[in-house]
């Protein structure tokens, strides 16, 4: 399993980071203009974590110009490329060079598999906006993964947009490779309430029965 923050807020990267060793992280033009971050503050985040931006354009020449300059402050940056007819073009590309893509903004099996054929590395499928299309976004997922390894495609999925941890956890229960939460989802996941609570029973007692004496 390999666990991505979905964020481009530096500080709260580095203070998760220091807590629980996260492969990497993920993010798109609008995170980064609600983190006030930049692309160059990204692109030096520490070397051993993968990170993941999203290219823009409306043409292919302009995506693919959007990746050269990342590439050029990263190389080894995973270039994201949103799944519509100018980005499959993108991602071929991208691919027949070596580059590292994530095809991004994933709504159904057929867009996953399309993203898969084009040689996409990573695909990043939204759980909760398919929800929204009332549709079983955590099965979707799961039925991805599964067309995936049917075929013989050796994509793996990032999946992303959650609503809560219990879709996390059924999508990792059922293999999927990997998932990208928001920092708020993190911090209550590595932060159980009830486990907080039974570790301070445990230090409640032993302090009536020894005080601050130690095992």
């Not at 095809?103 to 590395?121: D, K, Y």
């Not at 708020?184 to 159980?192: G, Q």
């Not at 570790?199 to 302090?207: A, P």
Request: glycine share 4%.
């Amino acid at each position: 399993m390999e666990l991505y923050l979905d964020t481009a807020n530096i500080e709260i990267i580095n203070r998760v980071n220091a807590v629980y060793p996260i492969s990497g992280i993920t993010c798109n033009p609008s995170i980064v203009i609600n983190d006030q971050a930049s692309i160059e503050s990204l692109c030096a985040l520490d070397s051993h974590l993968k990170v993941c931006i999203q290219v823009i354009g409306d043409t292919v020449e302009d995506m693919m110009a959007d990746a050269q300059k990342i590439l050029a402050l990263r190389p080894d940056v995973i270039v994201k490329v949103p799944v519509t007819p100018i980005g499959y073009q993108v991602l071929y590309l991208l691919s027949k060079k070596g580059v590292p893509t994530l095809a991004t903004a994933i709504h159904n099996v057929a867009q996953a598999l399309f993203a898969a054929q084009c040689g996409a590395t990573y695909l990043a499928p939204y759980v909760n906006r398919i929800c929204e299309n009332d549709a079983d976004g955590v099965q979707t997922v799961i039925d991805m993964h599964h067309a995936l390894r049917n075929q013989g495609f050796a994509t793996k999925i990032i999946a992303a947009s959650f609503k809560n941890l219990f879709q996390v956890s059924r999508l990792l229960a059922a293999g999927v490779d990997s998932v990208t939460v928001a920092p708020d989802l993190f911090f209550k996941w590595i932060d159980n309430h009830d486990t907080k609570r039974a570790v301070d029973k445990f230090t409640s007692d032993w302090s009536k029965a020894f005080g601050h004496q130690h095992l």
